[in-house]
């Protein structure tokens, strides 16, 4: 063993640690008694450490630098009674009932025992504890692990058949004192005959490379914050060191990072070793191969050590499907015995269970998330318990930390929640050292939104020169400055003047009651400080009340908005809102025909589903109105087990998800159902690439699934089609995807009678199921071009082979029995509208109703009774009425309401969006005051039947024939249902 230009060989070694644990021994010490080693990184620690377990006490490394509470908190609950220190530091522990033992040097270990070299006779059993450590843990308060010597044994007997470390071997002994990984390091040298390097000092990354090379280290073990700030510095100065093997731990190693080592030492193997205090220091390893690394993000962490068994289990602590997220159980040898004096946490983390694969019954709750991967290694994916809700989705920290850092410029990464207008909002910490000047957080918002849903991309980002770490090498969270206070953007001194222009000023003003901000700039960005589609609606409300914005400019203001979210573009914006010269028209047309070119290969082969009696069924859109009631009858019609894509981090808040919506529109959790396994949750993402699955999970679906009901998408009616695109015409091409990858699984799209709309406008008075979808340039409506969009995709498909059917709808509504309604709709706000403003048009304004349960009977009995081949149904009411009707019975029910003629009307939601911005109707108001593509009239005016094409249902009225299913007309008992159901929940 070598230290500070000192050297001592393995006699002597065993000899000081004999004496001083008969020293030990005369002062009191006894098997079991906890002995405190208080040392710096030295030769006495070493022996300390080694004399302590040969007295058969329990080692408890405690570093100099610790505070004096912490130290009192040990010596309580481990009822230490001796401390292991040198005389410089005995003071501080004058205050407590310990004794002392001062080893300053070689002249400290002596006995006057004439068999004090020999080893002191001591009977130690394997459960035994062996050493205490602290852990931090999740809640800011440390645990005492308590470590047996049958968990030791087992690690050191293990280990190294991974490390292969001997007597040849100069192993750098550089983990601090306190963390478990030390005495890994310490053990595995010794018990293999290695020589020990005790650094003097912790060297900085820049210093690493002299020292290796000039004392022969061969083996060293770093985290990955040193180890990639040693690889930048190797980068820049190449040499070749004596380094065999490169062990590499204590927290997610990035791929990237593992390439740039095998590609600067490929004269060093590299292993990535994974595991915690409570399991003894390392339970899994992987020996890393160029071959075995992921693209991007975290590299696996290999397998378990022989003897080690690994589960990975859903919140029911259920196993997972193959290459599923669950969180990983560790059982085996290595568990530790338990925390101190922790009752609470030890029934809740340490558990048993019972398993098929024999072996462990005892296992760890880690805490971590995991997968499989299809090589059959392990893949850390983030924490349980550090998942916060964020806008009502259960959101990992770790996979948004784990993504960010595959980045290629990106080096340190931390993300945690912060408060913005008392919701929780999500920051991206990040150091960057590779690029000098500093780079807009867009490009790492671009980055992060192509690889994980919208709700887990962090609405800032903070560049830090350094980023803080505890004393274990990890990013500490509680370090890090709040970015909801001042700019999200970097120091204050990076960025630029405050706000010049009137109103520049303003609008920052406006930003800053928004986004809970103190100060913004010019150049700052709206999305970057928190903002979201909530916010923006929010923001656009403001500006029109108070800078007297025209209703006719909101559309393309909130275009722009999006488009460059910068506070300069965005006042200029408004400037010309203000003048009414801001430019309602797209920058560059969209080409719908060439959008609707399918892109997936389809082979015209039959479908080999059973498809009319599914024993799985694929749904999107099941957090919806819709999606919820086509998910109760499938279960109720069928013996299916339902597979609802989610957007959600994890089954657990995707589960969460679909309860809610259950209970609020159905008053039925379920539960009966989720006991039977027949609701399988597909967290996922209709926006991203493969539905955000991963390869392995997209092809078990497209291999197990026998129908696809897609009623999912995004419903908004001021965005653009730009906006709308990637989760309605991508999402509906990656169902193709599925659909068309192995079987030609049939597919059920639910689109919107809204897409004939631009046929009335071009002169065309009849439509029906087997007419060409045409006239989109004439929709005017972003939402409903990307519904257009989507339907020519799948009937193209289906010319190609699929089995595809599209279901129209008009007005979905609420519930035939109950009235529940989802009163974020446009027919919901424009109830209310007309109550509050005691008004109703005198207009040729339809009524289309479907009741939502009779909808989804209807379309699921279609559905089960052809093979579909491209049909078309216009699935809506025959027997709609006029909105005179509404106003009857509003009338009935004691409100005041006077009809007036469209244009008072029409005056009277622009003075509403103006006065009233949070009004549920102020949202649709430019649907009735923006003019159409043709110019000839309003969004609005394309849907009263004067306008819109009368059309036919020969398809639907031919598929229901002889169900039973029947659509009740809209009457006066429909409507006060509804209006009965509204006045119960207090909308109206």
């Known amino acids: 063993m070598e230290h500070d230009g000192r050297r001592i060989d393995y006699t002597e070694l065993d000899e000081r640690a004999n004496r001083l644990a008969h020293r030990l021994q005369s002062m009191g010490v006894i098997r079991g008694s906890v002995v405190m080693t ?8 070493i022996v300390s450490f080694l004399a302590t377990l040969k007295a058969g006490a329990v080692y408890l490394p405690v570093e100099p630098g610790a505070p004096d509470d912490r130290i009192a908190t040990y010596i309580k ?40 070299s020999r080893p002191p006779e001591v009977a130690v059993g394997g459960s035994d504890t062996a050493y205490i450590v602290y852990t931090s843990g999740s809640s800011g308060t440390p645990k005492g692990v308590q470590v047996s010597h049958s968990s030791l044994n087992y690690l050191c007997r293990h280990i190294n058949e991974v490390y292969g470390i001997g007597p040849d071997d100069r192993v750098l002994q550089y983990a601090a004192l306190s ?53 930048s510095e190797l980068e820049h100065s190449p040499t070749e060191l004596p380094i065999r093997l490169t062990i590499v731990g204590g927290s997610a190693v990035h791929a990237a990072d593992c390439r740039t080592a095998l590609r600067l030492m490929p004269y060093s193997r590299l292993v990535n070793a994974y595991g915690l205090t409570e399991t003894t220091i390392t339970s899994c390893t992987m020996e890393v191969t160029p071959e075995l690394l992921p693209s991007e993000g975290a590299a696996p962490i290999g397998r378990p050590l022989p003897g080690t068994t690994v589960l990975i289990l859903d919140q029911d602590m259920r196993p997972v499907p193959p290459q599923q997220v669950g969180e990983l159980y560790i059982g085996g040898p290595g568990v530790a015995r338990g925390y101190l004096a922790e009752e609470a946490s030890n029934k809740d983390r340490f558990v048993s269970l019972a398993t098929d694969v024999g072996g462990a019954t005892r296992f760890y709750r880690t805490g971590d998330l995991g997968r499989w991967t ?30 960010l850092s595959a980045h290629p410029l990106i080096d340190d990464v931390a993300v945690k929640p912060y408060s913005v207008r008392d919701e929780l909002q999500l920051a991206a910490y990040y150091t960057a050292s590779r690029v000098q000047a500093h780079f807009q957080s867009r490009e790492l918002r671009d980055f992060i939104s192509g690889r994980l849903p919208t709700f887990m991309v962090p609405t800032a980002f903070v560049r830090l020169d350094t980023m803080p770490t505890t004393a274990h090498g990890k990013p500490d969270l509680s370090a890090l400055p709040d970015p909801a206070r001042g700019s999200a953007m970097g120091p204050a001194a990076d960025r630029e003047a405050p706000a010049t222009t009137v109103v520049e000023r303003a609008v920052a003003g406006l930003w800053c009651q928004v986004l809970d901000v103190e100060s913004v700039a010019p ?30 400019q909101v559309r393309p203001l909130i275009r722009l908005l999006l488009d460059d979210a910068t506070l300069r573009s965005f006042a200029s914006a408004v400037e010309s809102a203000r003048a009414g010269t801001l430019d309602t028209a797209d920058a560059s047309p969209t080409d719908f025909a060439a959008e609707a070119a399918v892109g997936v290969p389809i082979q015209q082969r039959p479908t080999t589903t059973d498809w009319a009696d599914p ?39 995707a589960k969460e998800r679909i309860t809610a919506n259950a209970t609020r529109y159905l008053a039925d959790p379920l539960e009966e159902y989720w006991a039977e396994g027949r609701i399988a949750m597909v967290p996922g993402d209709l926006s991203k690439p493969r539905l955000g699955l991963t390869e392995e999970s997209f092809d078990h679906y497209a291999e197990v699934v026998d129908v696809i009901h897609h009623p999912g998408g995004l419903v908004n009616f001021i965005y653009p089609y730009s906006h709308m ?23 059920h799209y639910v689109s919107t009678m809204a897409v004939l709309s631009g046929f009335g406008t071009a002169g065309t008075r009849h439509v029906t199921e087997d007419t060409p979808l045409a006239h989109a340039d004439h929709l005017s409506v972003g939402y409903v071009e990307s519904k257009w969009v989507a339907e020519a995709l799948l009937q193209n498909a289906a010319a190609q082979g699929l089995p595809v059917a599209i279901y129209r709808a008009a007005d979905i509504s609420g519930d035939r029995t109950t009235g529940a309604w989802n009163t974020a709709t446009e027919m919901c706000a424009m109830k209310r509208f007309i109550v509050d403003t005691g008004t109703s048009p005198i207009a040729e304004l339809p009524l289309d109703y479907t009741p939502v349960d009779r909808y989804a009977a209807a379309l699921l009995h279609i559905a089960a009774g052809r093979l579909p081949a491209g049909e078309v149904y216009h699935l809506t009411n025959p027997g709609k009425v006029n909105v005179a009707l509404l106003a009857e019975r509003l009338r009935a029910r004691g409100y005041t309401i006077r009809d007036v003629p469209w244009d008072e009307w029409l005056e009277r939601i622009v003075t509403t969006a103006v006065e009233e911005p949070d009004h549920p109707m102020t949202p649709f108001a430019p649907l ?46 429909m409507l006060d249902r509804y209006i009965d159901y509204l006045t119960s929940i207090d909308f109206l």
């Not at 994916?381 to 959101?395: E, S």
Request: aromatic share 6%.
């Open 374 to 403: 299809a090589e059959g290694n392990l893949h850390i994916t983030g924490r349980a318990d550090r998942q916060v809700k964020v806008r009502g989705y259960r959101v990992e920290p770790a996979e948004i930390e784990a993504t």
């Open 38 to 45: 208080h040392l710096g990184r030295s030769i006495d620690l």
């Open 615 to 653: 024993a799985h069924v694929f749904l999107t859109g099941a957090t919806g109105f819709l999606g919820i009631h086509l998910l109760r009858e499938l279960l109720t019609t069928t013996g299916a087990t339902v597979h609802c894509l989610v957007r959600a981090s994890d089954t657990k808040d």
């Open 928 to 973: 009735f005051i923006d003019r159409c593509s043709t110019g000839t009239m309003s969004v609005a005016e394309m849907y009263l039947e004067t306008t819109f094409p009368t059309f036919s249902q020969d398809n639907v009225t031919a598929a229901l024939r002889g169900s039973g299913i029947e659509i009740p007309p809209v009457d006066g008992d």
């Open 77 to 116: 609950e481990t009822r230490c009674t001796t401390v292991v220190t040198h005389s410089d530091l005995e003071h501080r522990f004058s205050g407590f009932e310990v004794r002392t033992v001062s080893v300053d040097g070689s002249s400290a270990m002596t006995h006057d025992s004439r068999s004090a």
């Open 179 to 231: 963390f478990d990984t030390s005495i890994e390091q310490i053990l595995v040298a010794l018990l293999n005959g290695a020589t020990l390097v005790l650094p003097e000092e912790l060297w900085a990354p820049s210093e690493l490379s002299a020292r290796i090379a000039s004392l022969g280290i061969s083996v060293m073990d770093l985290t990955p914050p040193y180890w990639r700030a040693f690889l």
């Open 725 to 747: 695109r990637q989760t309605n015409v991508e999402g509906t091409r990656e169902i193709i995807r599925l659909a068309a990858r192995h079987r030609n699984i049939p597919v």
């Open 523 to 552: 150049d700052d960005n709206f999305f970057d400080l928190g903002g979201d589609s909530i916010a923006a609606a929010q923001l656009l409300s403001k500006v029109r009340a108070s800078l007297g914005i025209l209703i006719t």
